[in-house]
C-alpha cells in the first residue's frame, strides 16, 4: 500500500513538473524562468530510484517513460518493454509501435540531450552528470535532463548557454575533419548521437560513414 501511494504521489508531481514545462517551452524566457520556479520535488526515495534505474549498465532512457509522449504530446507516459529501441546505449520504451516508429524514424528528435546527462555540468564544469526526469526540460524541441532544480533553473535563464553543450567538434562535420582535414559545418537535418554526444553533417551519406565506425571520428 505503501508503495504504491509512493508511485502514486511521483506520478502527480511529475505531472505537475511537466505541465510547467510545456509553458516554459512556449512562453518567453521570463515566463519561463517564472513557470520553472513552480516545480515541486520528488521523494528522496523516488529520485534515487529515478537516477539508478536509468544509469545503470544497459539502463533503460528516461525511466521507461515514452520520449515521443513527452516531445510531441508534452505528457508523462510510460512505454511497454515489448515496443523498445535501444539508441546510444540507452533503452527507450514507448506505449505501442506507433510511438515506436516514430523514434526510429528520427531518434535525434526525441532522445534526450546529451544522451540524458546534464548540459549545465558539461559546460561549466566539463563534468558527466546523470540528469533526473524529475528535472526536465524542453527547449526549442529537444529534451534536456538535470541533475537537480538549481541546474535546470540555470539553464532556463540562459538556454542558449548550455544548449549546444552536448554538441561535437563544435557542429562541424566529424568525418570532413578526419578524413580530409576539412572543417565544414554540419546540419541538424543529418545528426546522430554517440556516447552522449550530438554530432552533424552536411549530408546522409557522410552520416552515414560516421555511423559505420563510429570510433574512429568520435571526438576524444
Not at 20 to 47: C, E, K, N, R, Y
Not at 114 to 128: I, L, R
Not at 132 to 143: D, H, I, S, T
Request: aromatic share 10%.
Amino acid at each position: 500500500m505503501l508503495s504504491a501511494h509512493r508511485s502514486f504521489q511521483a506520478r502527480v508531481v511529475l505531472g505537475r513538473s511537466f505541465a510547467a514545462l510545456a509553458i516554459a517551452t512556449l512562453a518567453a524566457l521570463p515566463a519561463a524562468a517564472q513557470s520553472a520556479a513552480t516545480h515541486s520535488g520528488v521523494t528522496q526515495s523516488a529520485a534515487a530510484h529515478s537516477n539508478a534505474a536509468q544509469h545503470s549498465a544497459g539502463g533503460v532512457g528516461l525511466d521507461g517513460y515514452c520520449p515521443v509522449c513527452i516531445v510531441e504530446m508534452k505528457k508523462w507516459e510510460k512505454g511497454d518493454p515489448r515496443f523498445s529501441t535501444v539508441y546510444d546505449g540507452k533503452t527507450y520504451h514507448f506505449p505501442g509501435a506507433k510511438q515506436k516508429a516514430m523514434f526510429d524514424a528520427d531518434p535525434e528528435k526525441y532522445a534526450p540531450a546529451a544522451g540524458g546527462d546534464c548540459v549545465v555540468c558539461q559546460a561549466e564544469m566539463g563534468a558527466k552528470m546523470p540528469g533526473k526526469v524529475e528535472f526536465a526540460a524542453l527547449q526549442a524541441g529537444r529534451l534536456f535532463l538535470f541533475p537537480s532544480q538549481k541546474e535546470k533553473d540555470t539553464f532556463l535563464a540562459n538556454p542558449a548557454r548550455y544548449a549546444q553543450a552536448d554538441l561535437a567538434y563544435g557542429g562541424d562535420c566529424a568525418v570532413c575533419k578526419v578524413d580530409y582535414g576539412h572543417t565544414n559545418p554540419g546540419t541538424p537535418d543529418f545528426a546522430t548521437y554517440y556516447q552522449g554526444k550530438r554530432y552533424l553533417f552536411p549530408n546522409g551519406d557522410l552520416r552515414e560513414a560516421f555511423l559505420a565506425n563510429p570510433m574512429k571520428y568520435a571526438e576524444r
